[in-house]
């Protein structure tokens, strides 16, 4: 079982950045793709980004490429999202999510879901 907990949201103004954390429990974080997804309003939940055990994988949905990173600390049992020349279209709930297989099923059916951190980007 591996528990995730996310930290880091807030309201900012459009064109700052923030940095988005997710703290996993267990012993075998690096094991773990992780990726991160969020839900507007009304809208369905969407793909973000995402990157393998290692880190030497990343992925990136269109909307972001260029302006987040995802990035890992294994030591740490931390995953991160940079997040960069904020728009008000990125306001959502950011939720982390773990899958044990591959990054390919972190952007499709994760293993683990956090409880989800609110950003809000005002114009």
């Known amino acids: 079982q591996v528990q995730l907990v996310e930290s880091g949201g807030g309201l900012v103004q459009a064109g700052d950045s923030l940095r988005l954390s997710c703290a996993a429990s267990g012993r075998t974080f690096s094991t773990y793709a992780m990726g991160w997804f969020r839900q507007a309003p009304g809208k369905e939940r969407e793909f973000v980004s995402a990157i393998s055990g290692f880190g030497g994988t990343t992925y990136y949905a269109d909307s972001v490429k260029g302006r987040f990173t995802i990035s890992r600390e294994n030591a740490k049992n931390t995953a991160y999202l940079q997040m960069n020349s904020l728009k008000p279209e990125d306001t959502a709930v950011y939720y982390c999510?773990?899958?044990?297989?591959?990054?390919?099923?972190?952007?499709?059916?994760?293993?683990?879901w956090g409880q989800g951190t609110q950003v809000t980007v005002s114009s």
């Open positions: 999510a773990a899958a044990a297989r591959s990054t390919v099923q972190v952007r499709t059916t994760p293993d683990y």
